[in-house]
């Protein structure tokens, strides 16, 4: 089975300054993952996800992330955040088609992200 | 506007008393999911369902049940056999492949 790994969970960063979130996975196979955003008292929203292709993937609101097969990682990335940033973000991985867990996604614990003036 | 309603946005429990969350998606989707989330824990599925009429326990399916009578509706029931049922509860649903699952707003349940 899958599992994730979110090693930070509260970060605090200037306004302007770049953001870098940590995720690091466990799965036998290439899997499935995905980057949601939280705001307090709201559901998640997809930020982005990779299948497969391209490692850097683009996603919404200016972020991206890279996933790195070698140290089983994927990291959320802006260069430049803004106040409305500020939320939590769970990292999530799915393993595909396995029979035995089709559709199932595994999420981190999350990482609290704020953000100062 | 398509997207996955749930209700009520908040919802009280006496002890003893089953309580019944309620999940509806018109985007035609095939799976629906749902989670309970807990401070500093992230997301735990509760139960899935892949397809109407079939449903599948999760990691913490105990003191819950559910019912998928129609594609659009995936409500929730939480049991007296639920001893600690204060959380933050969310549905999701995805189309059958790729995994990408969409959120409803949650329901936060507390206990009176």
């Known amino acids: 089975a899958q599992s994730v790994t979110q090693p930070d969970i509260h970060i605090t960063v200037s306004e302007g300054a770049s953001l870098e979130l940590r995720c690091n996975y466990s799965y036998g196979a290439t899997p499935y993952l995905f980057w949601y955003v939280q705001s307090p008292g709201q559901g998640l929203q997809l930020l982005l996800k990779y299948f497969s292709g391209d490692t850097l993937v683009q996603g919404i609101k200016g972020f991206e992330a890279e996933f790195k097969r070698s140290q089983s990682s994927f990291n959320l990335r802006k260069p430049s955040v803004h106040w409305s940033d500020a939320a939590e973000y769970f990292c999530?991985?799915?393993?595909?088609?396995?029979?035995?867990?089709?559709?199932?996604?595994?999420f981190g614990a999350g990482t609290q992200v704020v953000v100062t003036p | 506007d398509g997207g996955i309603t749930q209700s009520p946005k908040y919802l009280f429990r006496k002890e003893g008393q089953n309580v019944t969350l309620s999940c509806e998606q018109n985007l035609n989707h095939d799976a629906m999911y749902w989670y309970r989330q807990d401070p500093g824990q992230g997301l735990r599925l509760i139960y899935y369902?892949?397809?109407?009429?079939?449903?599948q326990k999760g990691d913490i399916a105990e003191g819950y049940s559910v019912s998928r009578e129609k594609k659009e509706s995936f409500p929730l029931t939480v049991t007296s056999a639920q001893k600690n049922p204060t959380a933050f509860y969310l549905c999701?649903?995805?189309?059958?492949?790729?995994?990408?699952?969409?959120f409803g707003a949650g329901t936060r349940l507390s206990v009176l």
């Open positions: 999530a991985v799915g393993a595909g088609l396995a029979a035995d867990s089709w559709g199932k996604l595994q």
């Open positions: 999701a649903s995805s189309i059958s492949t790729k995994n990408i699952q969409y």
């Open positions: 369902s892949q397809i109407v009429n079939d449903f």
